[in-house]
């Protein structure tokens, strides 16, 4: 099916439109408690959860490149909006800094799209973003006990989780067992009913009629009725207005952006990295054609226009557009019907919020963070190196004892600080001239050369490697000299990325060799090698001879240049042309 930026409806039956709709009231069954609870992670009213589930969802549906995938709130950009939020303890202030939060959010993912930058989310490992998911798990489980327990949240938001946590634990009153019960009865029966639905294939509504069911037994037992002191047996969550979000623009203090930057940043880059890989898995088995640039774009524009209308940051999230998927959904209609289809049950039904208990989110809450933590890929990345082991427990620990708005960049941080040594890294390799005239690696039971040395260099010419290179370059003068052997032949083509500072060692290296009367062949220069190479104006004083390009249909470079050393040495046996035919290369 066709489709551009706005939905061709020429192509648009009535057959996909039904299908489109019954799965987006099944993401709606869904998108409901989800929104709800991962506003309480934020620490915001749940109202902020419904309103990105309406507006999010819809505006990036509309603009979005995959026909699948459905964005609002998540559990990990909620926990990134928590870490941010934590410099505000006044309510109005964290409100106004949530819109305000969602707006640059939107603007920084905006620009990204508009310069074309989608592409470095590729630089953050997969292994950060496991350890994000294992710290963000811990942290919503933390989070959610208090609220479990049915006691008072104490601690300040400047305070760590495990402090918060300690000092709700001691100084936060009798725990409630009914709450508890609620929290327990809900765990339950969405384990329940999730087996049900793996088992009869039907639409995964179980976190919605769990919650259900927790409210309507709070109310029947009226633990969720206000007494006569305005409380309430368990806490609930509040009254969610009967109404849409309306236009608002937040107060602007540029005191808060300086606190929010660092946040907006990093949560910028996870939603995209959320978005794109959601989409990109889901089109493994449609094959859909999906433009990462666009969908850059349409994350950033949901979260600009959401800041204006009250709405949580989101992202892609991956529970939902599965669902999405497997309940049939066709186009990107199927979102922009659960964004109305949230909007109707917040007119109809939001004053009725009131009536959930807590402790009942906090269940789901929980089951929430145990799902978050992909336990298997967790273990296969702790086993497969220490660099991807390193990575997710430093990104992990980062985001329980930190910050997890940090987290994501701490562990950015490392990676880098951990790869670019392994970038840095030249590696040299002796070759060998065979009697059957095989060109190879040198073997420890080779002969030493008698005629020609020859080597193979790999690596990044770049200024980080400079030191090796230069160690590698007087290993070979040193060897030439203490050998006798007047020629050598240095193999270039597997370098990259050649800079000035690793050009000009090699320079040096030419010269000095030219000096000790040793004839340096430079082998298999690739095209970016060679450009530069003349720019350095190498060409006026290195004769052509010297240099052999990786360009040669018939022989590799390499070939030729040993067979020119032999040349020059007055060896003639190697160039008759049968006999010249039968060398070639090994490596």
Known sequence: MKTSIFFRFNYYSWDVARRDLVAGATVAAIAIPQAMAYALIAGVDPRFGLYSAIVVTLIASVFGSSSHLINGPTNAISLLVFGTLAAFDERFETYQALFLLAILVGIIQTLIAVFKLGDLTRYVSESVILGFMAGAGVLVGLGQVGNFLGVAKKGSADQSVLVQLWETLTKGGAFNPRAIGLGIGTIVLVLLLRRLINRYKLPQMDMLLALIAATVIAAIFQWSAPGTDGKTIVAVVGKVPAALPSFHVPEIDFNWISKLLSGAIAISFLGLLEALAVAKSIATY?????????????????????????????????????????????????????????????????????????????????????????????????????????????????????????????????????????????????????????????????????????????????????????????????????????????????????????????????HDAEKLGITVLLAGVRPDLAKILHNAGFMRWLSADRIFFEEDERYSATILAVRHAYKLLGRRTDMRGEEAESWYYLI
């Open 286 to 510: 449609t094959r859909q054609s999906l433009d990462y640039n666009r969908q850059c774009l349409a994350e950033g524009v949901a979260n600009l226009v959401g800041g204006f209308f009250q709405s949580l940051p989101g992202s892609g999230s991956l529970t939902r557009s599965s669902i999405n998927y497997q309940a049939g959904g066709i186009t990107r209609m199927s979102g922009v019907y659960s964004g109305l289809i949230v909007a109707v049950v917040v007119l109809l039904f939001g004053p009725y919020a009131r009536f959930i208990p807590k402790s009942a989110l906090a269940g789901l809450l929980f089951i929430t963070a145990a799902r978050l933590i992909d336990w298997k890929r967790l273990g296969y990345a702790l086993r497969a190196s220490w660099f991807d082991a390193a990575l997710v427990l430093v990104t992990a620990f980062s985001a329980i004892f930190i910050s997890v708005d940090e987290s994501i960049l701490i562990g950015v941080a490392i990676s880098i600080l951990l790869y670019l040594p392994r970038a840095t890294k030249l590696t040299i390799r002796e070759l060998a001239v065979t009697p059957e005239r095989v060109v190879r690696e040198r073997l420890p039971q080779d002969a030493q050369a008698d005629a020609v040395l020859i080597y193979d260099l790999e690596g990044d010419l770049f200024f980080g490697a400079a030191p090796e290179l230069d160690h590698y370059l007087d290993d070979i003068k040193h060897k030439s000299m203490q050998s006798g052997i007047r020629y050598v032949v240095l193999r270039l083509r597997r370098t990259r990325n050649p800079d000035v500072v690793a050009i000009e060692h090699l320079e040096r290296f030419l």
